[in-house]
């Protein structure tokens, strides 16, 4: 793009043209654009399958529709993440966030190479907020997923060098008044979810999580538990996948999306929804360990009483023996 110093706008920005901001960026500016940066990054640092390994990777993502349409209650979808980044077999991030409101009726999270990822979901927001100022209107649920799904396509480059992006999009149909779920792979394919779906390093397992889980006419604060327990559920078969912490108080980002709009539930509620969930589960495995007649936790034994007398003389060496 010229630049004009003359204090008057550039040329570029008075042609009447299309309302996509990322086709105006792919015309006057394409070393801009998220692709653009990161191909010449990857070159001039030699990025590769080896490279990839260096940039911190989002993880897993989970969405599910709740509510009936023209039933009690309200209609939607929930959308939640994990709180870990990963690089390689380190934790480098324990707090990062991968759900973001695309706009006020929809939601998006990410899951693969957190920089591009996030950069390319700022980019998409400004791409809803573009057109609607140039159209006067919001673009229908099925055009956000379209245009999401050609941004992901732009990045096939550096999908090929092992930096792949891939979000889950979800949001409320104005329409058609319910909650609807969208996929991608790689080269931007573009895949409507029923019910529930799940991206990420832990999808296997919440998805599984979220068949046995969730059921029709689920209620929004239903569906926040059961997308909380799916991440749990994820979490306790992958390491790249973070659970709820209680100790350092970190909570999923979860958000529900109806007719009222984006709605990001308070991390004191989820607080509230991870300890219902460990209660729960620390009473099943108590209930577990009883019917095994092994009360109290697992491998515990009862000690005799002189061997009891005698740990109180000896204490055991790093190697195995006892020391007097």
Known sequence: MTMDFSGRLPHAFTTPGSSSFVEFLASHAPDLLPSARGAAAG????????GAQLAPHATTIVALTFGTPGGPGDVGVVMAGDRRATMGSMIANREIEKVFPADEFSA???????????????????ELEHYEKIEGALLSLDGKANRLSTMIRQNLGLAMQGLAVVPLFAGYDLDSGVGRIF??????????????HSVGSGSVFAR????????????AQGAVHV??????????????????????????VVATVTADGYHRVPDDDLATVAAQIVAARTEQA???????GRPGRPGDRAVPADQTRA????????HGGDAQ
């Open 311 to 318: 740990m109180g003389r000896t204490r055991p060496t790093e």
């Open 108 to 126: 998006v999270g990410i899951a693969g190479t957190a920089g591009i990822a996030v950069e390319l979901v700022r980019l998409f927001q400004l």
């Open 286 to 292: 108590d209930d577990n360990r009883a019917a095994r």
């Open 43 to 50: 070159a001039s640092a030699g990025h590769g399958a080896g």
């Open 227 to 252: 997308a909380v327990e799916a991440l749990y559920d994820a979490a306790d078969d992958d390491s790249a996948t973070g659970g709820p912490d209680s100790v350092r108080q970190i909570w999923p």
């Open 208 to 219: 599984g999580s979220l068949k046995k889980r969730w059921h029709p006419g689920l209620d």
């Open 183 to 196: 996929s991608y792979d790689v080269t931007g394919g573009r895949y409507e979810e029923r019910d529930h």
